[in-house]
């Protein structure tokens, strides 16, 4: 049976042909729209991660405390241990005086201070050295010693002077005028106990005004604690601060060499 074709309106074909031709577009512009909504939302999610890692960051408390205030036992354990001095060397000056402080029987043993023995050998070193070039030596004991309990390396000659006091050898005696006639400006600091004699002697001495030479290497406590911390608070306290050398007996070196 043939086909039987009927004729269209030519009002209705040209509506048919716009209306697939804004289909095509639609169809040929929504991989475009899809990727750019795709993109928008990527880049809203990065912006709200980025936000929320900003509120957690700012939210999240400080991993160090304030210490401001409370009392050290509540920070014992972060204490940190300060730097190294620096060494330095040193040309000891006609001005300086040489203190030799404690170094006697019952403050300088194997038993109770060990450690000051192995520093007797480099104190006796200085001492000869500095009578060999004129530079003043000055010798102290304890309330408890007398010239009789100074240890035989480090033993005073005769016109030397020795003064006897607690742990601040300026105290009740006359080593304050004796240096001062000698217009003594320097002075040499060796002996024990490092958080005793040395420290406190020290620091009388910068309160008068002289500058410290500190041989760390001539002084010495029980532990090695004492002796970090007596290093430390003669760079750092308020009498001494500005006033000290650090240095080591291989390090020094006296007039007439």
Not at 36 to 52: G, I, P
Not at 90 to 99: M, R, Y
Request: hydrophobic fraction near 40%; aromatic fraction near 4%.
């Amino acid at each position: 049976m043939p086909l039987m074709l009927r004729r269209t309106h030519p009002l209705l074909c040209r509506r048919s042909l716009l209306a697939a031709f804004f289909l095509g577009l639609a169809l040929l512009a929504s991989p475009a729209a899809v990727l750019a909504q795709t993109a928008d939302q990527d880049a809203d999610q990065t912006a709200d991660q980025a936000n929320q890692t900003v509120v957690q960051t700012e939210a999240q408390p400080s991993l160090q405390p304030d210490t401001r205030s409370g009392s050290i036992d509540e920070y014992w354990d972060m204490v940190e241990t300060p730097p190294a001095p620096e060494i330095e060397d040193v040309t000891v000056e006609p001005d300086t005086a040489l203190l030799i402080l404690d170094i006697e029987e019952r403050t300088c043993n194997a038993e109770r201070r060990p450690r000051c023995l192995d520093t007797v050998p480099r104190i006796a070193k200085l001492m000869d050295k500095a009578r060999e070039t004129g530079i003043t030596v000055v010798y102290s004991v304890t309330t408890k010693g007398s010239i009789r309990t100074i240890l035989d390396p480090v033993k005073p000659h005769p016109g030397e002077i020795v003064v006897g006091s607690s742990v601040d050898k300026f105290w009740n005696t006359n080593l304050e005028s004796y240096l001062n006639r000698r217009r003594i400006k320097n002075v040499i600091i060796t002996g024990t106990a490092a958080h005793g004699a040395v420290l406190h002697t020290a620091t009388a001495a910068g309160f008068r005004g002289m500058h410290i030479i500190l041989p760390v290497d001539c002084i010495s406590a029980e532990d090695l604690y004492a002796e970090q911390a007596t290093v430390e608070l003669l760079l750092t306290g308020p009498a001494t601060r500005g006033k000290v050398t650090i240095t080591r007996s291989d390090r020094m070196t006296f007039p007439a060499e």
